[in-house]
């Protein structure tokens, strides 16, 4: 237990100062310079994002969990607005304290900063759960799903959307990186093995995985093409991407990253 919360307190200091060696500088810069420039430019984050709200069905009567929140994504306001009863919580309190401002005249919502794997964290019967970016973070993948289904209702949903580690580019990429990493001790991008414990605990409705053909669409900025016809060929390359992962387990596998609807047995 001394050792958990050794690592939370260190994840908790790293989200609230900030503080990166070079490394993770630089791999930072390209994960939310160039990979997001590339989400937003073929229609990958619009895609993800109306997704998630078809996902989240009609809100009036559920009680939502937004885990791992930091100070609200995209998503996080509709939520809150539209839900029966909305909690955010993340380590950081510095988040949770910009967050809460925003959220002040949402008479059913608040923001909370605490460990959800902690017995501080009393809350449960969640009708939803939305972890974006979030369940990559912890290691042990087995606690966590005990965790998610005490805090489900029996039937609830869980939406995730988290990286990958299994497309051979990039697990080169991330070995070669990973021993200079600031954050490596929280940072797990789902294995083989940890998407199949979550098949195996809840039931799979639907998910979709991007970045597989289209993880490349950086290298056709090299070929003498218009914006347009190289943003065509980068959609065309994601809509293949978005149609094959939700089949096909090999094809998941080839992409970068992945989210799923997830429902409590």
């Known amino acids: 237990m001394a050792e958990k919360k050794d690592l939370t307190d260190k994840q908790k200091e790293f989200y609230e100062t900030k503080k990166k060696n070079l490394p993770t500088k630089v791999w ?10 590339t989400r937003k430019n073929i229609g990958i984050q619009n895609d993800i994002y109306e997704l998630h709200k078809v996902w989240f069905g009609d809100l009036s009567n559920k009680k939502v969990l937004d885990l791992g929140c930091f100070e609200g994504n995209a998503l996080s306001i509709f939520l809150a607005q539209n839900a029966r009863e909305y909690i955010a919580i993340d380590l950081s309190e510095s988040a949770i304290t910009k967050f809460s401002k925003r959220l002040e005249n949402i008479p ?22 939305y972890a974006y970016g979030v369940l990559h973070h912890f290691k042990d993948t087995k ?8 805090k489900l ?3 609830g949903e869980i939406i995730s959307y988290d990286p990958l580690e299994t497309s051979l580019p990039i697990k080169l990429i991330r070995r070669i990186y990973r021993p200079f990493q600031s954050d490596k001790e929280w940072e797990w991008p789902f294995s083989r093995k940890v998407y199949y414990l979550y098949a195996k605990a809840f039931d799979v409705k639907e998910r ?3 970045l597989g053909k289209a993880k490349w669409f950086f290298m056709i900025s090299l070929l003498p093409l218009s914006s347009k016809k190289k943003d065509l060929l980068g959609k065309k390359w994601h809509v ?20 799923i609807l997830m429902r409590n047995k």
């Open 108 to 129: 059913h919502a608040r923001a909370i900063a605490v460990d959800f794997l902690s017995e501080e964290f009393l809350e449960n019967e969640f009708d939803l759960i």
């Open 153 to 155: 209702k029996p039937k």
């Open 143 to 150: 606690f966590l799903i005990e965790r998610l289904k005490l």
């Open 28 to 37: 930072s810069f390209f994960r939310n310079g160039l990979l997001n420039k």
């Open 240 to 259: 293949e991407d978005w149609k094959r992962s939700q089949n096909s387990d090999s094809y998941m596998f080839s992409c970068m990253h992945l989210t």
């Open 208 to 210: 979709h995985a991007v």
